[in-house]
């Protein structure tokens, strides 16, 4: 029992900092790590209390050790969808702040103390990079790179900076609507191998049912394989049609 404990609670140590140091990555704010590691301790300790076997334990523990080795990358993208889907609102702001008067470095520092905890700290590392680094290498966002470059040739060119942003604005825009119908595009593949995969699975289980799986097992595998490199075919033809951008 003794054992089992001192166990558990290294494991949950060992487990608090991974996840921390996982959460810290993505941005979150001093709190809302607290808040979500207290959640985590608690779904812990439940656990701990309604485990019938030290097993599943350890089978949780393995679970949770997976997904937070995970969570840095889960987080990094849906971080980067949420920077492409900020992006044209932080150009209205920048916008707004220029010809009210503001440089476009001041109004890049006061656009990124209001942003949300989550694109505060990407937007202070693009400020960072513009203002003091004068490169990119901090940036790990593909989409902030890309934007770095165009805020730096503006700020350099002094000459129309209000006109710039309104152009630059267009062309994200442009490719916004491109990145919405490549997804639409995938999203319907997906669906129709979704739903031929429903229908290749119920007239495999009422063949196999009905005629048996090994007197039809020579059939029931080729038209397997075939069915596996189709669906693998499809999506593949699919993320060749999505737009590059």
Same mark, same amino acid.
């Given at each position: 029992?003794?054992? *089992?404990? =001192?166990?558990?609670?290294? %494991?949950? &140590? !060992?487990?608090?900092?991974? $996840?921390?140091?996982? @959460? ?30 030290? *097993?599943? =334990?350890?089978?949780?523990? %393995?679970? &949770? !050790?997976?997904?937070?080795? $995970?969570?840095?990358? @889960? ?32 109004? =890049? ?137």
């Amino acid at each position: 029992m003794n054992v *089992s404990i =001192l166990l558990t609670s290294l %494991g949950f &140590v !060992f487990a608090h900092r991974i $996840l921390r140091s996982s @959460l810290q990555k993505i941005g979150l704010s001093n709190l809302h790590t607290r808040i979500f590691l207290v959640l985590a301790a608690l779904m812990i300790v439940f656990f701990v209390i309604l485990a019938p076997h030290p *097993s599943l =334990l350890w089978i949780f523990f %393995g679970m &949770v !050790f997976i997904l937070l080795k $995970l969570l840095p990358q @889960l987080f990094s993208r849906y971080q980067e969808k949420l920077i492409q889907s900020h992006t044209l609102r932080m150009l209205d702001h920048l916008i707004l702040s220029v010809q009210s008067g503001h440089s476009l470095r001041a109004s =890049l520092v006061m656009l990124s103390r209001q942003e949300p905890s989550l694109l505060r700290v990407s937007w202070e590392n693009l400020v960072h990079a513009i203002a003091v680094e004068n490169s990119p290498a901090s940036l790990k966002s593909p989409s902030l790179k890309k934007l770095f470059g165009e805020l730096s040739r503006i700020e350099k060119s002094q000459a129309k900076c209000v006109d710039q942003l309104r152009s630059l604005r267009r062309n994200l825009k442009t490719l916004e609507d491109f990145r919405r119908r490549s997804g639409q595009v995938s999203l319907q593949i997906r669906m129709q191998a979704a739903i031929s995969t429903l229908l290749f699975a119920g007239l495999l289980l009422f063949m196999i049912t009905q005629f048996g799986f090994y007197q039809h097992q020579t059939l029931i595998l080729v038209s397997g394989t075939l069915f596996f490199i189709g669906v693998v075919t499809v999506f593949v033809i699919g993320r060749r049609l999505q737009w590059t951008t």
